[in-house]
């Protein structure tokens, strides 16, 4: 009886299965799958729309959805992390932003990219891109491209 007790007061401390986790957020496959055909009746004059998924401290979550090529982009003090969700695209990163300009504090953007190296992206592919490195997403007439991307501070 006594070890009975003892098992049901330690089980009466631990948490919830259910219980929300503060900070914890899930995404479900399904949804993300979505968010293209979600963004595309708003894209901008630059094929362009996005969706904050939420910040987190030092990071933050957003969708972006492409159907034609981004500009070419610095970030001075955050790493880019890309989860390729549906579509394809090429990625040219490294090398020089041409007539790049500061667009916000910490932020250069210019027309293309000289001197980088291109690459091929396709759904579940995961790209690194670290602060201070030139990169642009390229995508072809008439296509459409869909990615998660993770925005992380510099410490």
Avoid: C
């Avoid at 972006?64 to 880019?80: F, I, K, N, P």
């Avoid at 020089?96 to 000289?114: C, H, M, Y």
């Avoid at 490195?133 to 008439?142: A, D, I, K, N, S």
Wanted: glycine share 12%.
């Amino acid at each position: 009886m006594k070890q009975t007790l003892i098992v049901l007061f330690a089980l009466a401390g631990l948490p919830s299965m259910g219980a929300e986790l503060p900070g914890h957020v899930r995404w479900p496959a399904a949804e993300l799958k979505g968010f293209g055909q979600k963004l595309s009746p708003k894209i901008n004059a630059q094929k362009f729309a996005s969706a904050q998924l939420g910040k987190f401290g030092n990071h933050s979550f957003m969708v972006a959805h492409r159907e034609g090529d981004g500009e070419a982009e610095l970030h001075e003090t955050q790493t880019d992390i890309f989860i390729i969700q549906s579509g394809e695209a090429s990625l040219v990163a490294g090398g020089q932003v041409v007539g790049g300009k500061n667009t916000a504090p910490g932020e250069i953007r210019g027309p293309s990219i000289q001197g980088g190296q291109k690459s091929k992206l396709a759904p579940g592919d995961i790209v690194h891109i670290p602060a201070k490195t030139p990169h642009q997403v390229l995508v072809e007439p008439g296509r459409q491209f869909t990615y998660v991307i993770v925005k992380v501070d510099a410490p």
